[in-house]
């Protein structure tokens, strides 16, 4: 007679038990001559020592189809359970073009032929300059491709960051601290993590600062290793910030660079840095440019006519 204990660590305990325990109860109709008792992260496991050790592989097997897709239904507990997972497949459209698997079993995937272009680039080169007008997925798509490095264990941590423009000198008005003053102009990178991160990993990322998200001032001085940093709205940077921002790339890191050239908020007496910066690389082997337009929108079918309109003036 053997016993095992395994822990189920970075996920919530809830995804394999199910509510009311009802997933682990049909866990256990797969493995009838073993003991499980579990109590919160662990389980423990007693029997045959050929079967525990088969029990925790299955175990581990639902864990990484669970953050794969971030969804684990009874139907795939089934299948893991019969046949080890080596046929489990995400049942709707084609996996290879999934960047990332939603909380809700959502897929986030690349949707124009420009997007698909970034996610090329950015598997080919360590930093990767996305421009183009409102609502072409930039930001979005550079989110989904971290989140997929990191998923994938690629790098250990993803650092987004925006200039605080709008905030100017102005900060010290706004009511809150530091962090409450800065969040309003971080909020669509929190909305994209939103889609593609449950709550509760999403969270836990946060506080313990694998995903960091923070104003471009901030970078100033840090060195970034295995990482993955994306400078959004980086048309509101000086070229002395971009500078700055690749200068911070350390080893196994990659760099994703998102701006619109149409929409620079920088005083006049300023030039946008990525106005300044394609000639000043773009030869450079291992940095890759990458443009889109209006035929990349996904957002509401008005956006592209807006910016085929404005694009006249």
Do not use: W
Request: no cysteine; net charge neutral.
């Amino acid at each position: 007679m053997s016993e095992k204990t395994i822990r189920l660590d970075e996920i919530n305990p809830v995804e394999i038990y199910g509510v009311n325990d009802t997933k682990l109860t049909l866990i256990k109709t797969f493995f009838p001559k073993l003991k499980v008792i579990a109590r919160g992260n662990h389980i423990k496991v007693i029997g045959d020592a050929e079967e525990i050790a088969e029990f925790d592989e299955r175990v581990q097997l639902l864990v990484s189809y669970y953050h794969r897709y971030n969804r684990l239904t009874e139907g795939n507990i089934e299948s893991i359970m019969e046949i080890g997972g080596s046929e489990q497949k995400m049942p709707e459209g084609k996996e290879n073009d999934v960047l990332v698997f939603g909380p809700d079993g959502s897929t986030v995937t690349a949707r124009t032929a420009n997007q698909r272009k970034l996610v090329k680039a950015f598997g080919k080169s360590d930093i990767v300059f996305a421009i183009g007008p409102a609502g072409t997925g930039k930001t979005y798509t550079a989110v989904a491709l971290a989140v997929r490095a990191l998923k994938n264990k690629e790098v250990k941590r993803i650092v987004l960051t925006r200039p605080a423009v709008e905030a100017g000198e102005n900060l010290g008005f706004l009511p809150g601290d530091l962090k409450e003053k800065l969040d309003p102009y971080l909020q669509p990178l929190y909305d994209a993590l939103r889609d593609m991160l449950p709550p509760a990993k999403l969270k836990s990322h946060l506080e313990n600062g694998v995903i960091e998200i923070a104003p471009l001032a901030f970078m100033r001085g840090r060195t970034l290793d295995r990482a993955v940093i994306i400078l959004d709205e980086a048309q509101n940077a000086t070229t002395g910030q971009i500078k700055m921002l690749l200068t911070r790339m350390g080893r196994e890191a990659k760099i994703l660079v998102t701006g619109d050239t149409t929409q620079v908020d920088l005083p006049k007496s300023q030039k946008s840095g990525l106005l300044e910066i394609e000639p000043l690389l773009s030869n450079i082997k291992g940095i890759d440019f990458i443009f889109l337009d209006e035929h990349d929108v996904v957002r509401h079918d008005l956006v592209k006519k807006i910016i085929i309109a404005f694009s006249k003036l």
